[in-house]
T-cell receptor
Framework: NAGVTQTPKFQVLKTGQSMTLQCAQD?????MSWYRQDPGMGLRLIHY???????DQGEVPNGYNVSRSTTEDFPLRLLSAAPSQTSVYFC???????????FGPGTRLTVT | SQQGEEDPQALSIQEGENATMNCSYK?????LQWYRQNSGRGLVHLIL?????REKHSGRLRVTLDTSKKSSSLLITASRAADTASYFC???????????FGTGTSLTVIP
């Protein structure tokens, strides 16, 4: 199993550009989530999904959109990037009814 | 924000010594988890302690939980250079869907 994979590993955007961060898992997990990690802030939940077709907001959802059309994929979209979205983004997944999350390797995004 | 806080922010010890890091959180919890993050990598789950447990062991890890003080501690015994990483606590908001991570402790184990 590849576990949780994320692409790209690194990305530089200009203010106002859009992009999609990809996340996929091959463990048939119902639950998937997106976090951002900023220095001194730990991880903060952006959006999560408990199954295909179901998404919900986390702690810091503004500026980000998600959708979940399949169990395997959970893309995160930035419609109009801002410098405040410079961060490292992690995707994670887990089985429903459990608490242990499996994390991807992260995407380092810089918005200039 | 419901994010927890950990202390110390950074800890440097000699190989073989014990490392203790603490986590304080703000709301009632169902459980508390500890994760490790090696530099430039994703987080890896270490251990979970439920709100009705006071202490839990896993190998060289010992976790305690004091719900009256809203705090937890992670003890790593007989540390190794490979334990060098950042350690985060995470609490569950009650639904099993929203998790709040602490600010992390950066541990350096000197060989």
């Amino acid at each position: 199993n590849a576990g949780v994979t994320q692409t790209p590993k690194f990305q530089v955007l200009k203010t106002g550009q859009s992009m999609t961060l990809q996340c996929a898992q091959d463990m048939n997990h119902e639950y998937m989530s997106w976090y951002r990690q900023d220095p001194g802030m730990g991880l903060r939940l952006i959006h999560y999904s408990v199954g295909a077709g179901i998404t919900d907001q986390g702690e810091v959802p503004n500026g980000y959109n998600v959708s979940r059309s399949t169990t395997e994929d959970f893309p995160l979209r930035l419609l109009s990037a801002a410098p405040s979205q410079t961060s490292v983004y992690f995707c994670a997944s887990k089985n429903r009814g459990t608490y242990e999350q499996y994390f991807g390797p992260g995407t380092r995004l810089t918005v200039t | 924000s419901q994010q927890g806080e950990e202390d110390p922010q950074a800890l440097s010890i000699q190989e073989g010594e014990n490392a203790t890091m603490n986590c304080s959180y703000k709301t009632s919890i169902n459980n508390l988890q500890w994760y490790r993050q090696n530099s430039g990598r994703g987080l890896v789950h270490l251990i979970l302690i439920r709100s009705n447990e006071r202490e839990k062991h896993s190998g060289r890890l010992r976790v305690t939980l004091d719900t009256s003080k809203k705090s937890s501690s992670l003890l790593i015994t007989a540390s190794r250079a490979a334990d060098t990483a950042s350690y985060f606590c995470a609490t569950d908001a009650g639904t099993g869907n929203q998790f709040y991570f602490g600010t992390g402790t950066s541990l350096t184990v000197i060989p």
